[in-house]
């Protein structure tokens, strides 16, 4: 085991490599934990096209779901940051499309959440609104919330979001993204808090910010589910 830079540690697993925090407490909320692998002794044949394993037909695990495939069906290395993998690993094909579309999420709506957006910000039961810069920590574990006042969001606080529409694009597209509805817990309190954020001038940035925020918000339930 290495220590390098920045509060990180590169740790081998039977995986591959892995590029991780130092502390346990500080991973992303977005992270997966390396599952089991189904024991060899149980595999006898692919789970994918039950084909029977030998010298020729070897078994290979896939790296997110643990079962095993022949190489036919698991012959896909594709990048899995959420579990923080240096290099791209061997997945099976369901898998493989997911991390795929994963990969996205991390190569370009994590940019638009850390550059932020700017919204019509109303915390709790209060009737004041203040315009405030929205933007994701570089650790992605935080949200912070800047204007005259400054304050943060803790994304493993969040216990629900809501999406909120208006209207609908030219030609009878969808609603039109127009704010977000967050229900999260202080630290030191059980009772929920509501952040509502509104789209305020610049609407296209903030649309595309509630874009990626949406999807970000279903990587944060998935790993709280894992």
Not at 205 to 222: G, P, R, V
Request: aromatic share 8%; with cysteine.
């Amino acid at each position: 085991m290495a220590v390098v830079a920045d509060g990180k540690k590169l740790v081998r697993s039977p995986s591959g490599l892995r590029m991780v925090p130092e502390n346990g407490a500080f991973n992303s909320p977005f992270s997966l934990d390396e599952p089991q692998w189904v024991p060899d002794k149980e595999c006898s044949k692919c789970m994918q096209c039950e084909a029977k394993f030998d010298f020729i037909t070897r078994k290979h695990h896939c790296r997110r779901c643990g079962r095993c495939f022949c190489d036919k069906c698991c012959s896909k290395k594709v990048a899995l940051p959420r579990m923080c993998f240096v290099d791209p690993v061997r997945q099976c094909a369901e898998c493989s499309l997911i991390s795929q579309k994963e990969v996205e999420f991390y190569d370009k709506q994590l940019k638009v959440l850390t550059a932020g957006g700017t919204f019509l910000v109303k915390v709790g039961s209060s009737e004041k609104t203040e315009t405030m810069v929205c933007r994701l920590s570089n650790n992605q574990r935080y949200l912070f919330l800047d204007g005259d006042s400054h304050f943060e969001v803790e994304l493993s606080r969040i216990s629900r979001s809501q999406m909120l529409t208006e209207g609908s694009t030219p030609g009878g597209g969808s609603p039109r993204a127009s704010g977000m509805m967050l229900q999260y817990k202080p630290p030191g309190s059980q009772n929920l808090q509501q952040l509502l954020m509104e789209n305020a001038e610049d609407k296209r940035t903030a649309s595309a910010w509630l874009a990626a925020m949406h999807k970000a918000a279903k990587l944060l339930y998935e790993s709280r589910d894992q």
